[in-house]
């Protein structure tokens, strides 16, 4: 568009961009880490996050699978101190003993969707489904964890991935 500048990024490769300054009028990006919104499907509980997650990983646990109602559950870890949310009160939580220790999702009431859970020994720390996250949130999964349990026809690639059993 005549008159116009826009930022312009040229690709290096699936997760990196770069933004050239040539461009007339650039302003360097804030150093903040913006903030990221999830919520449940009907919206009636909401979250908003800053700071970077303590991981972003893909689960094939007989939990996770339960949970997402899937093959498996894709999750973004954040400190508590970076999470916000809004109708908290709302969110039906239940508890059980999982592989990976002592757990609680919440979910919400309403549309039934999980909203984050925390188990230990993470309880200083809220876990987020993917899906609930905007789109455009940029959140690229570097962990797979629980692969002796992946459903044979699941195939989880990257070079930077980490994969566990």
């Not at 592989?99 to 993470?122: E, I, K, L, M």
């Not at 940029?138 to 699941?154: A, I, L, M, N």
């Amino acid at each position: 568009m005549k008159g116009r500048t826009s930022p312009t990024f040229v690709m290096l490769n699936l997760f990196q961009q770069v933004q050239l300054d040539e461009i007339k009028g650039y302003r360097a990006p804030m150093t903040e880490t913006p903030t990221r919104h999830a919520s449940c499907r009907c919206g009636q509980i909401r979250i908003a996050r800053t700071g970077e997650p303590i991981r972003v990983s893909v689960c094939h646990c007989r939990e996770c699978k339960a949970w997402s109602g899937s093959a498996l559950v894709a999750q973004v870890r954040f400190p508590e101190e970076q999470v916000r949310t809004e109708g908290e009160a709302q969110a039906k939580m239940w508890q059980y003993t999982g592989d990976s220790g002592n757990t609680a999702d919440f979910f919400c009431p309403t549309c039934g969707s999980g909203v984050w859970y925390r188990a230990q020994p993470y309880h200083d720390a809220y876990t987020i489904p993917l899906g609930n996250f905007e789109p455009g949130h940029g959140f690229v999964s570097d962990y797979s964890v629980y692969e002796e349990r992946r459903e044979p026809w699941v195939s989880i690639t990257g070079e930077a991935i980490d994969h566990y059993d």
